[in-house]
């Protein structure tokens, strides 16, 4: 794999608990985006980084907030979950595979979160 | 904002067909990549065009780009169970923000 890696990967919460998943990666990208895939709505941004301390909104923010207080890691927050938040989360990281000048995303096993 | 609207969103072929699956732009595409994802796991690369007129090929897949960059075509000859999945693509909507369509769903009968 890219370097990529989810924590964690299965998580079943209540309504109203805070959720913290956590991606981290170890080839030291700038870019880090986190989506959720829900069935009809395909892939949906949340939030993206651009760098440490650097982020911005997607399409789909509201509820959510992240952190990148250093470069392997981008957290993604539910201060207060709720039921339609059920997902599966996926974290990506952007950068030119080997021998490529092209910047492609590379993307997590995703996480995949219940609140009940 | 950009949108990207994937079609069909459902396709069913007997193995050993050819298919393809459109991608359109609302906006003109400045990059545009094809993923492809197996039920239950996640999404692998498959290329990215940024040319208008950009043709890309990897094994029976082949992947492109018209020469106005609003539209993007995939296509997969002689169709194996292995190609069942949801592709989508995806685009560069500005900001380096990567949004993604939707989403087809392909399933191979043998």
């Known amino acids: 794999d890219a370097g990529i890696t989810q924590s964690p990967r299965h998580k079943v919460t209540e309504t109203g608990t805070p959720v913290t998943l956590r991606c981290h990666q170890t080839e030291n990208h700038r870019y880090m985006y986190w989506y959720r895939q829900d069935p009809g709505h395909g892939l949906r941004l949340i939030h993206y980084s651009y760098g440490v301390k650097d982020t911005d909104k997607g399409e789909v923010s509201d509820g959510y907030s992240v952190s990148r207080s250093k470069t392997e890691d981008f957290l993604l927050t539910l201060e207060s979950a709720t039921s339609s938040q059920t997902s599966v989360y996926f974290c990506?990281?952007?950068?030119?595979?080997?021998?490529?000048?092209?910047?492609?995303?590379?993307f997590g096993a995703g996480s995949r979160l219940t609140v009940l | 904002s950009q949108e990207l609207e994937q079609s069909p969103q459902s396709l069913i072929v007997q193995e050993g067909k050819n298919l393809t699956i459109n991608c359109t732009s609302s906006?003109?595409?400045?990059?545009l990549y094809w993923y492809k994802q197996k039920y239950g796991e996640g999404l692998i690369f498959l290329m990215m065009l940024q040319k208008g007129g950009e043709e890309k090929s990897h094994e029976k897949i082949t992947a492109k780009l018209d020469e106005k960059k609003q539209q993007s075509s995939l296509h997969i000859t002689a169709s194996q169970p292995s190609h069942a999945g949801i592709y989508l693509c995806?685009?560069?909507?500005?900001?380096?923000?990567?949004?993604f369509g939707k989403g087809t769903r392909l399933h191979i009968l043998p």
């Open positions: 995806g685009a560069d909507s500005g900001d380096d923000k990567i949004i």
């Open positions: 906006k003109t595409l400045y990059g």
């Open positions: 990506a990281i952007m950068g030119a595979p080997d021998n490529s000048w092209a910047n492609v995303l590379t």
